[in-house]
C-alpha cells in the first residue's frame, strides 16, 4: 500500500483481556516505531524496530506489554490482561533510515483506539 | 542524553497574530530536527525539517545550534493553524531513533 496500516481501527475489550495490534509498514522501510496516545496527551513512545537489531523496548510500560516484528515488515503489539488504563489510541509509524536524505521521515498510520471496559 | 523539550503545553493566539512554538533539544553531535503536526482527525504528518529549510504553510523553523533551539515562527496565524505539534530529532548518536517533544496544541482564535 502507499501508507502505514493499522488494523484494526477501533477495539473495544474487556478489562483482563488480550489484544493484538497490527502494524503494516511502508515497503522497504527498515525502521518501525510504536506510540501511545492517550486523549488530548502527546506521544508516549513504546518501541522501536530498526532492521535486524535488537528492539529498543525501553518504553514499554509494563511486563504486560510486548511487540514483535516478523520478517522486517509487518508488526503486532500485543497487550496482555487490559487495563483501563490501556484505553488510548496507538500509533505505528515507518521510516527508512537514511539521514538527511528523504528517508529518516517518518511517516504514520491512522492509529488504532484501545477501549477497554 | 538526547531530549526534546516543548515548554509549552497548550499556546493560544488570535488570527493574524504572530505564533511561535518553542523548541529545546540536547543532543551530542549534529541531529537532524523536524516538526511535525496533527490536525484534527487526521494523521500525524511531517510539517518541515531543517535541512530542507523551506517554508510550509507559512511556517519557518531555523535550527541555533548555539542555543539548542528549533522554534517554530509563522508571522501570521491562521484559524486552520490550529493543531497540536511536535518537535522531534534523529541522528547518528541515537541510531536514528526519532526522538519527540511532548507536543504543544495551538488554538487559534477568531
Known amino acids: 500500500g502507499a501508507g502505514v496500516s493499522q488494523s484494526p481501527s477501533n477495539k473495544v475489550t474487556e478489562k483482563g483481556k488480550d489484544v493484538e495490534l497490527r502494524c503494516d509498514p511502508i515497503?522497504?522501510?527498515?525502521?518501525l516505531y510504536w506510540y501511545r496516545q492517550s486523549l488530548g496527551q502527546g506521544l508516549e513512545f513504546l518501541i522501536y524496530f530498526q532492521g535486524n537489531s535488537a528492539p529498543d523496548k525501553s518504553g514499554l510500560p509494563s511486563d504486560r506489554f510486548s511487540a514483535e516484528r516478523t520478517g522486517g515488515s509487518v508488526s503486532t503489539l500485543t497487550i496482555q490482561r487490559t487495563q483501563q488504563e490501556d484505553s488510548a489510541v496507538y500509533l505505528c509509524?515507518?521510516?527508512?533510515?537514511?539521514?538527511?536524505?528523504?528517508?529518516?521521515?517518518?511517516?504514520f498510520g491512522a492509529g488504532t483506539r484501545l477501549s477497554v471496559l | 542524553a538526547q531530549r526534546v523539550t516543548q515548554p509549552e503545553k497548550l499556546l493560544s493566539v488570535f488570527k493574524g497574530a504572530p505564533v511561535e512554538l518553542k523548541c529545546n533539544y540536547s543532543y551530542s553531535g549534529s541531529p537532524e530536527l523536524f516538526w511535525y503536526v496533527q490536525y484534527s482527525r487526521q494523521r500525524l504528518q511531517l510539517l518541515l525539517r531543517h535541512i530542507s529549510r523551506e517554508s510550509i504553510k507559512g511556517f519557518t523553523a531555523d535550527l541555533n545550534k548555539g542555543e539548542t533551539s528549533f522554534h517554530l515562527k509563522k508571522p501570521f496565524a491562521q484559524e486552520e493553524d490550529s493543531a497540536m505539534y511536535y518537535c522531534a530529532l534523529s541522528g547518528h548518536t541515537g541510531g536514528f531513533k526519532t526522538i519527540f517533544g511532548a507536543g504543544t496544541r495551538l488554538f487559534v482564535k477568531a
Open positions: 515497503s522497504g522501510h527498515t525502521a
Open positions: 509509524a515507518s521510516s527508512s533510515r537514511l539521514a538527511g536524505g528523504p528517508g529518516n521521515i517518518q511517516y
